[in-house]
């Protein structure tokens, strides 16, 4: 069974930073896109950044650019998404999902973890 584990969140003041990790399993890393979404209380959930490890190419979204770097460890099989100078707007459950292909689509994602809340007092 494909199974990705979120981890990572927590509480923290604005402008700080935290370092989630997508640890995957049951599934061919290299094959996968790997994307970090969010969803705030009330909102849609909306792409964050994404990642094909086989060739680093990377999508962020635009209120987290120059802010959020994802990496990936291939021998690992695991995703990482560091946030720096956070924002209370970026308040919200966080996912990582698994896609054939490379998307910053929700729907285009197959496979998805269980969520990781990050919550940034002002």
């Known amino acids: 069974d494909v199974q990705l584990q979120a981890s990572g969140g927590g509480l923290v003041q604005a402008g700080k930073s935290l370092r989630l990790s997508c640890a995957a399993s049951g599934l061919t890393f290299d094959d996968y896109a790997i994307g970090w979404f969010r969803q705030a209380p009330g909102m849609g959930r909306e792409a964050v950044s994404c990642?094909?490890?086989?060739?680093?190419?990377?999508y962020y979204a635009d209120s987290v650019k120059g802010r959020f770097t994802i990496s990936s460890d291939n021998a690992k099989n695991t995703v990482y998404l560091q946030m720096n100078s956070l924002k209370p707007e970026d308040t919200a459950v966080y996912y990582c999902?698994?896609?054939?292909?490379?998307?910053?689509?929700?729907?285009?994602?197959?496979?998805w973890g269980q969520g990781t809340l990050v919550t940034v007092s002002s």
């Open positions: 999902a698994a896609t054939i292909g490379f998307s910053d689509s929700p729907s285009d994602y197959d496979y």
């Open positions: 990642i094909a490890p086989t060739d680093g190419t990377t």
